[in-house]
């Protein structure tokens, strides 16, 4: 299943947050010869994850992670307008409608169905958030993966060649892209909502015409009774 | 939540936010705003990279003072459920189920807040923090209809009074704000002299998509609601010339 978690929330997904910081560090380490940090804990960390970003997270049957990416808002501070503006002609891309994206990981165990999962997870947040699109940082490997998800961020700019190339792109979620990934993964839109649902209502919705009247009425009461 | 007769337009009231050179002003600005919707309050409180607080909207005295003098900070689900945030959250998605906070939203209410609320936290460079909170009295679903139909407008005007708030930060000379990148000047250049996205993207060699993102990007840099009224003002600024 997919669950939304702010940075600061991650303690109580211990297995989860364990998971992914060393999956993170296995990828983008190990893998794709990245030149990430890892700490002493196996962790592969940096900057923004002290931003208290949104991580979009698969988890596992098990607890443990499958796949993430880090959503932060481009109104604050992002890796693409800190260090890559380079590849975005010099523009600061801004707005309370882009979100950017950024260290897309998946395990190595991970299904084909967990990085359409995540992808429609950020097709979510997109609807729900009016978010319109999401920039990103991602390597050549990346964009085949995209491709066979169905899925294919459109190329800002790259730098690099072959293996080493490393492109900003960008992401739309059209409805008919969103369709045709949940189609090729199997997973449904009910899945999707309940998903999001699941982490970004703290109970089910509250009725607040209900709640008020009672609150109300329960205030009066002893008066009523003094009368 | 009708709207006023002879209301003026939203394009309208963002200038007159975007002019607002004074926390006085912004106070002004989130009355007009209260009034365009016809909500019962638009508030907006901001944290500044110093740490320093600041507040406006159209609460009443009395109950910013009682909020203050309760402690309400600390049981209110709205700060609970925004503080650190960056999405938008209506108020029903938040855990009211503690007694604290249900004698809160009553207190809240007899204090005419409304029983319904749609509040939205914008991160700001630096640390700076914001939150920007539209609330009204009417039921679940005349509420969702009106969320549903301006959460996007909701949106941008909080990020406009947070743009005005951080030209207010001390220390910051005024019109310090974000110059355009030369590319960003080219993109609106385009636009300025009437060629459509199509061709604006095609003489910049870039895609549509692309040159919708400069553009957007250049929106919000400006403070506009929209790509006409972003054009508009960065040829008033002198930014761009045609």
Known sequence: MIRYIYAEDLHAFPTLAHTMFLDRADQFKTRLGWEVSVDEQGYERDEYDDQNPLYVIWENADGTHGGSMRLLPTVGQTMVNDHFLHLTDGVRIESPFIWECTRFCLSREATPGVAAALMLAGGEVMKEFDIEHFVGVFDARMVRIYRRIGSSPEILGSQGEGRERISVGLWEFSGEAQASVAKSAGITPEMTRRWFERSFNATEPTPMMDLAVQTIAAAAAPMSLAA | ?242
Not at chain 2, 193 to 209: P, T, V
């Open chain 2, 1 to 242: 939540m009708g709207y006023l007769a002879n209301a003026p337009r939203l394009d309208a009231l963002i200038e007159g936010l975007e002019s607002a050179d004074s926390i006085e002003r912004l106070q002004s600005a989130s009355v007009a705003f209260r009034d365009f919707y016809g909500v019962n309050h638009v508030v907006y409180h901001w944290v500044n990279s110093a740490g320093e607080q600041y507040g406006c909207g159209t609460y009443d005295d009395v109950w910013v003072d009682r909020y203050l003098e309760k402690g309400y900070l600390r049981v209110d689900p709205v700060i609970q459920g925004c503080y650190q945030k960056f999405h938008p959250i209506d108020w029903k998605r938040l855990d009211w189920s503690s007694k604290a906070a249900r004698a809160f939203l009553q207190d809240a209410i007899a204090h005419g807040v409304g029983n319904q609320g749609f509040s939205i936290p914008i991160r700001g460079p630096n640390g700076q923090y914001a939150l920007f909170t539209v609330s009204h009295i009417c039921s679940d679903e005349e509420w969702e209809e009106f969320t549903t139909g301006h959460r996007r407008d909701l949106i941008l005007i909080a990020h406009c009074f947070n743009q005005v708030a951080l030209q207010l930060e001390p220390g910051r000379a005024p019109d310090q704000g974000q110059p355009l990148s030369p590319r960003e000047v080219e993109a609106m250049t385009m636009l300025a002299i009437g060629l459509s996205r199509a061709q604006a993207a095609d003489k910049l060699s870039i895609s549509e998509h692309t040159l919708r993102v400069y553009v957007e990007s250049a929106r919000f840099k400006l403070g506009a609601l929209n790509t006409t009224h972003a054009v508009a003002r960065a040829l008033s600024r002198g930014l761009i010339v045609v």
